[in-house]
C-alpha cells in the first residue's frame, strides 16, 4: 500500500487508525451489536456494509459480519482476509468518489459514540514466557542462589494454559482477587496485596488444522489473523505461594484484559524486523526461513486512585522478545493440539534491559523495595481505584505510524 494513501474520512495525523490500518473489532449502538473497522475516530460500519453487497465476489460467507464477534470471519481462509481489506481500502480511499456516495448512501460511517465489546469468542488463551530479560528478573528475585534462567528456556517457548472465560475487553473494571498466600505460621487466606499488571501483546488465530496434525513453523503466520494488546493481571502473592510445583493458577485466572481492536497482520508487514537472535539454536522444528519479529512501541501509564494525572512507568519495544509468534504457535501445536479460529496467545511480559523498560510492577518496584514514584505518592503494587493504561504504536522511516488504541482497567475492590 503506497504510503502516499489517504481516506476520504478526515483522520487526525496523530490517530492510532489511518487507513494503512483498518483493526477489525465489535461495537454496539443503538441498531446492536455487529463487527466494523476503525478508521480515525469513526467505525465502519462492516455488517451493513456486507448487507449491502459490498463485499461480493471476495469469498466472504453469508452473515459473517453482522455477530457479535469476529469468529465467523476469522474462520475464513487468509485469502478472503486479504479481498476484504482490499475492498475495504479501494473504498475508503481519497479520490473514490464513487465508494465515498456510496457508504453515505448507505450509511455506512458510524459516527456517534459506541460501546466497544470483546472483538473475538476465546475458545482457548494461551500465555507465554518470552522475554528473556523478564525471565532472567523473575528468576534473579525468586531464586536469587540460582540460575535466573532454567535450563529449558532457551530451548522451547515456557507457556501455560489460562481461562478464557476470564478474558474481558479494555474498559472492564478489575476486581481485586482473593485466595491463600504465604505466611509466617502457614498459609493465610485474603484480597492480594501484590496486585501486579504485566505488559503483553497477543495473536488472535484463524483455523488450523486436523486434531494430531502440527503446524510448521514456515507455516505458522498463515493462521495468524492479527495482533492486540493484552495486560495479564496478576496477583505475586498468590502466584507465590501457588505455582510450585505446576504453575500459574488462581493468581493469574481472575482477569486478562485486551484491546477491543485487532490489527490485522498485513497492516504490519512495513514494520516487520528481524527477530532477536538466539543461541543456542533452536531445534529444527523452531528454525524458520525467515524468522521476524514485529516493531511495537510499548508504553504504561498508571493513574492513581483519586488522582487525574497518569504517571509513565514503562517504555518499551516489543522486539525485545526472544521468541516469535511462529514459533509459539508452532510449539503449541508440536503434539497434535488444535488452533481454532479466536484463541488468544499472548506474549508474556514484555521487558527491556533498563528498569523503565520492565512490563510489571514486580520488576519496576524489584518485588516492593524500590517504590515508583506517581502523583502524589508511591506505588509498589495496585491500589484500590488505579487505573492502569497500556498503549502500543508502530513507526518506522517513510511509514504511516500505526496503532492498537489503549487497554486499560481499573482496580476495585
Known amino acids: 500500500m503506497s504510503e502516499n494513501l489517504r481516506s476520504w474520512i478526515e483522520v487526525r495525523e496523530e490517530s492510532d487508525f489511518p487507513i494503512q490500518n483498518l483493526p477489525y473489532g465489535v461495537f454496539s449502538d443503538a441498531q446492536g451489536t455487529r463487527c466494523g473497522v476503525a478508521i480515525g475516530d469513526v467505525v465502519f460500519d462492516l455488517a451493513r456494509a456486507e448487507a449491502v453487497g459490498l463485499f461480493k465476489n471476495t469469498g466472504l460467507a453469508n452473515g459473517t459480519f453482522g455477530t457479535p464477534s469476529l469468529n465467523r470471519f476469522l474462520n475464513h481462509a487468509r485469502g478472503v482476509w486479504s479481498n476484504v481489506r482490499a475492498h475495504l481500502i479501494e473504498t475508503l480511499a481519497e479520490g473514490n468518489t464513487e465508494g465515498q456516495a456510496f457508504c453515505e448512501s448507505h450509511d455506512l460511517i458510524v459516527r456517534e459514540p ?50 478464557s472465560g476470564t478474558v474481558v475487553v479494555s474498559g472492564t473494571p478489575i476486581a481485586r482477587p482473593r485466595g491463600q498466600r504465604r505466611g509466617t505460621n502457614g498459609p493465610t487466606f485474603g484480597p492480594s496485596e501484590k496486585l501486579d499488571i504485566e505488559l503483553e501483546v497477543g495473536f488472535v488465530t484463524g483455523t488450523g488444522p486436523q486434531l494430531g496434525t502440527a503446524i510448521g513453523v514456515d507455516e505458522a503466520e498463515h493462521h495468524i489473523f492479527g495482533m492486540c494488546l493484552v495486560n495479564d493481571w496478576s496477583a505475586r502473592d498468590i502466584q507465590a505461594w501457588e505455582y510450585v510445583p505446576l504453575g500459574p493458577f488462581l493468581g493469574k485466572s481472575f482477569a486478562t484484559s485486551i484491546s477491543p ?54 517504555e518499551t519495544s516489543f522486539t525485545n522478545m526472544y521468541w516469535t509468534m511462529a514459533q509459539q504457535l508452532t510449539h503449541a501445536t508440536v503434539n497434535g493440539a488444535t488452533v481454532r479460529a479466536g484463541d488468544l496467545f499472548a506474549s508474556g511480559t514484555v521487558s527491556g534491559p533498563t528498569p523503565d523498560e520492565f512490563g510489571s510492577l514486580l520488576e519496576r518496584s524489584w518485588n516492593g523495595t524500590k517504590p515508583i514514584e506517581v502523583d502524589g505518592g508511591t506505588r509498589t503494587f495496585l491500589e484500590d481505584g488505579d487505573t492502569v493504561t497500556i498503549s502500543g504504536r508502530c513507526q518506522a522511516n517513510g511509514r504511516v505510524p500505526i496503532g492498537f488504541g489503549v487497554c486499560e482497567g481499573t482496580v476495585t475492590p
Open 114 to 163: 459506541v460501546a466497544m465489546r470483546m472483538p473475538v469468542d476465546i475458545g482457548d488463551y494461551v500465555d507465554f514466557y518470552s522475554s528473556e530479560q523478564h525471565a532472567t528478573n523473575v528468576g534473579k528475585m525468586f531464586r536469587p542462589d540460582g540460575e535466573p534462567l532454567l535450563p529449558n528456556w532457551k530451548h522451547l517457548p515456557v507457556g501455560y494454559h489460562g481461562r
Open 261 to 314: 481492536w485487532i490489527v490485522p497482520l498485513e497492516a504490519l508487514e512495513p514494520f516487520r524486523v528481524p527477530a532477536h537472535e538466539q543461541d543456542p539454536q533452536p531445534l529444527p522444528y523452531l528454525r524458520g526461513s525467515d524468522s521476524r519479529g514485529v516493531a511495537i512501541d510499548l508504553r504504561v501509564d498508571l493513574t492513581p486512585s483519586g488522582s487525574a494525572n497518569a504517571t509513565r512507568v514503562t
